[in-house]
């Protein structure tokens, strides 16, 4: 199995919505492109930011076909798996397959707690049922299950999950992810914008970063100044990022990644609700943040 093209900046391309929350299909494309040419390595469609949890499923499987139909291989097209059950998150992977995808990232188990051997037997029967890399995602904070490093060091014998995204926050343990699978080829990427030097500079290979919505160049230069040999270059960019991926928390996850793509000229329609738009207060903050880097006017 090919995973070389595991690598580099990979967006959550936030899925703009219309009043019925339904995929504009017109603002999407405009999205793509707009990350497409700010130099990322792919799309990742479907991923927190994307809002897979406010989409049924004829929707994902729509916002996952207009994404391949307007990123036609430029990129690779990943995919996010969110569901409950082992049944429904089988379901999903295998349309994500049929409508071409090159990957999927799979998240464990929301609302429920599985334990380890329960999490172990979801990953490995979606495994099963799919041919595509798999990327373990891991992300304790939203779902309350940390997946740990046994875990992962265990699943990266199953011969298609081939890596893991790391939203937790903690560098020891997306270290240890890296540690103890350095030796068969399992890709580690960043999920937590703030540490995406520390990744790879423990040897992870990229990430997927929010940020790269709305800044897809300065996170591209993260990477890219790094893989030349300019840890000094990469690190003052890492910097420069810092206050956007801190601004995340300004609203109610994940809104604030949608409304700095309105405030800097994306039609990309409102956060689907439960969720709303940042407080007003916090708008002009992060319209500030946006200016300072020079985002928008």
Excluded at 254 to 278: W, Y
Aim: with cysteine; hydrophobic share 40%.
């Amino acid at each position: 199995m090919d995973i070389s093209f595991i690598k580099g900046v990979i967006p959550p391309v936030v899925t703009p919505v219309n009043k019925d929350d339904q995929v504009d299909e017109v603002v999407f494309r405009q999205i793509i492109e707009h990350v497409i040419g700010g130099g990322v390595h792919g799309v990742f469609v479907l991923g927190s930011n994307g809002e897979f949890y406010g989409l049924d499923y004829n929707e994902q499987k729509r916002a996952i076909e207009i994404a391949i139909d307007q990123v036609r291989g430029r990129v690779p097209v990943y995919a996010g798996i969110g569901a409950i059950t082992t049944k429904e998150s089988v379901k999903l992977a295998k349309m994500a397959e049929e409508a071409g995808t090159q990957a999927i990232t799979v998240l464990p188990p929301m609302f429920i707690s599985p334990n380890e051997e329960e999490l172990y037997q979801h990953f490995v029967t979606i495994a099963e049922a799919t041919s595509l890399p798999i990327l373990i995602y891991n992300n304790p904070d939203r779902l309350k299950v940390n997946i740990s490093a046994n875990l992962v060091e265990r699943l990266a014998n199953i011969p298609n999950i081939v890596g893991a995204k790391d939203s937790s926050g903690d560098l020891t343990l997306t270290s240890e992810y890296i540690r103890r699978t350095r030796g068969n080829g399992f890709k580690v990427m960043a999920g937590r914008d703030t540490m995406i030097l520390g990744t790879l500079v423990y040897g992870g290979v990229g990430c997927v970063a929010a940020t790269a919505n709305i800044a897809p160049k300065l996170v591209v230069k993260i990477y890219d100044t790094f893989m030349a040999g300019d840890i000094q270059g990469s690190l003052e960019a890492q910097y420069k990022l810092a206050p956007l991926r801190v601004a995340m928390g300004l609203g109610s996850w994940p809104v604030v990644t949608k409304d700095a793509m309105n405030l800097i000229g994306f039609q990309a329609g409102d956060p689907i609700k439960p969720n709303t738009s940042c407080s007003e207060v916090n708008m002009v903050k992060l319209k500030k943040i946006l200016e300072n880097m020079g985002l928008v006017k």
